[in-house]
Nanobody
Framework: QVQLAESGGGLVQPGGSLRLSCATT????STWTMHWYRQAVGKERE???????????TYGDLVKGRFSISRDNAKNTVYLQMDNLKPEDTAVYYCNAIGYWGQGTQVTVSS
């Protein structure tokens, strides 16, 4: 069983920043490709960003230039730095690895 725990969500004004974290206790974390997804109300879940074991990052078109994914293998944690947030970024953000999902963390961008 793989457990993923997201944190860092909250309410932020447009143009603001948040940093999400996803931690696992599994010590083989360093070998996994990690993903961040999001799902807004009434919409399908979409891939936001991914990072390979070697640190190669890819991003969805809607977040390129504003979001940055990173990982700390010593802490078994992946991060999503979100800058210049927009109301359309409002969603539940999920961490995913090898088919397992975290419980999600709510991000709300509103004035």
């Amino acid at each position: 069983q793989v457990q993923l725990a997201e944190s860092g969500g909250g309410l932020v004004q447009p143009g603001g920043s948040l940093r999400l974290s996803c931690a696992t206790t599994r010590n083989i974390f360093s070998t996994w490709t990690m993903h961040w997804y999001r799902q807004a109300v009434g919409k399908e879940r979409e891939l936001v960003a991914s990072i390979t074991a070697g640190g190669r990052a890819t991003y969805g078109d809607l977040v390129k230039g504003r979001f940055s994914i990173s990982r700390d293998n010593a802490k078994n944690t992946v991060y999503l730095q979100m800058d210049n947030l927009k109301p359309e970024d409002t969603a539940v953000y999920y961490c995913n690895a090898i088919g397992y999902w975290g419980q999600g963390t709510q991000v709300t961008v509103s004035s």
